[in-house]
């Protein structure tokens, strides 16, 4: 889910605010866009973004990826103030050093990773991997449920069926080798 604030909401709430969320699989929009005199702020900025990071094969982040159109940000923010933005989970949007608005970062909104997580769960490219990854092992392993003897070679054709779809990822430049 892609979710955020206006910049007319004061920064530090918006900070706040995609802190309190905390989860790995929610990014938190928290600047907006200026396209021309248009003002995509809020919704509008966050909609393109939702529609961005879908769009965005898991073998690529969006990190400096420069958003269509923009010409100018909402608000202009202090090196404090992005750093503040990345520690509570808050994805940005900056100016390059060519003038392009782009993805400062490619954050979620989970700050503290509970027992089971690592802080790959704060980025979205790695997000979207890993649920790659249970997509496709289980859209192959599924139909075996029940169908596989559970001896040694039931074990091995399940184990080389899912060791098939590291091994396409791998290939894909989705996974680093020896997955």
Known sequence: AVYGEKTSVAFATRAQHAKSFNDAKGV???????????????????????????ATPSNQGIVHTAVRGATDL????TYEQYEDAISSGMLMLSMSPDGQIWYDSGITTLVT???????GWKKIRRVKTRFEICDRLDRVLAPKVGKVSADKD??????????????????????????
């Open 154 to 179: 039931g074990i091995a054709d399940v184990i080389q069926s899912g060791q098939r779809v590291l091994n396409a990822m791998v290939s894909e430049g989705k996974l680093m080798d020896g997955a």
């Open 113 to 119: 990773p509970a027992d089971d997580q690592d802080d």
């Open 74 to 77: 909402c608000e202009s923010l």
């Open 28 to 54: 938190f929009l928290g600047g907006g866009y200026m396209a021309g005199t248009e003002n995509k702020d809020g919704v509008l900025a966050i909609c393109y973004t939702a529609g961005l990071i879908a």
